[in-house]
């Protein structure tokens, strides 16, 4: 599909959303960057390339569900949704008073499964190139019977808190800046 025929497919297309999302994005790269160098003993390029590559992931992965979840959602929802992509601001309905408690829940939901996500990817990243964060252990687990022996290997995530920092700090700045650009605005 030519470019011309996608843009002229799409009613409008919110750039100014683009933008502020590319802004937030190159800080959480930034913030966790700093985080992930510090904790897990990384150069700057290693922390830098991994920041980079778990957060975008993290983002389309986002936008996936998102796209995915938007047309289940009622319509007053929705308008509310639209509203604050678009224009920044939200739409006066239905919901305007429940929409604090919804915006928390929210908030943690997409906290705790980006985390996960972030979690997931850095171990899989490390592990393709060859230089695995999580070194597994090989435990012996006896049993009651006295001849069954069995070897499990028990993971150790050192990286999870490194990554829990980073998310927690890169949630914070972005949670700041909309703040900010909401008063501002």
């Known amino acids: 599909m030519p470019f011309s025929l996608l843009i002229g497919s799409a009613a409008v297309l919110p750039l100014r959303a683009i933008i502020f999302q590319s802004l937030l994005l190159l800080v959480a790269i930034a913030l966790e960057a700093i985080v992930l160098r ?22 389309i992965l986002g936008w996936i569900l998102f796209l995915g979840i938007e047309p289940l959602l009622p319509e007053v929802l929705r308008t509310q949704i639209i509203s604050y992509v678009l224009f920044g601001q939200f739409y006066v309905n239905a919901i305007t008073n429940s929409l604090g408690a919804i915006l928390v829940g929210t ?3 997409i906290f705790f499964l980006t985390f996960a996500v972030k979690v997931k990817a850095l171990e899989w990243l490390t592990w393709l190139l060859g230089s695995p964060i999580v070194q597994p252990i090989e435990v012996q687990n006896v049993n009651r019977f006295r001849y069954r022996k069995d070897i499990t290997e028990a993971r ?26 909401d008063g501002a605005g």
């Open 38 to 59: 510090q904790r897990l003993k990384l150069g700057f390029q290693p922390s830098i390339r991994y920041a980079t590559c778990i957060n975008l992931l993290a983002v």
């Open 107 to 109: 908030g943690l939901v």
């Open 156 to 181: 150790r995530s050192p990286h999870s808190l490194a990554v829990l920092q980073a998310n927690a700090l890169s949630f914070s700045a972005i949670l700041l800046l909309l703040l900010l650009r």
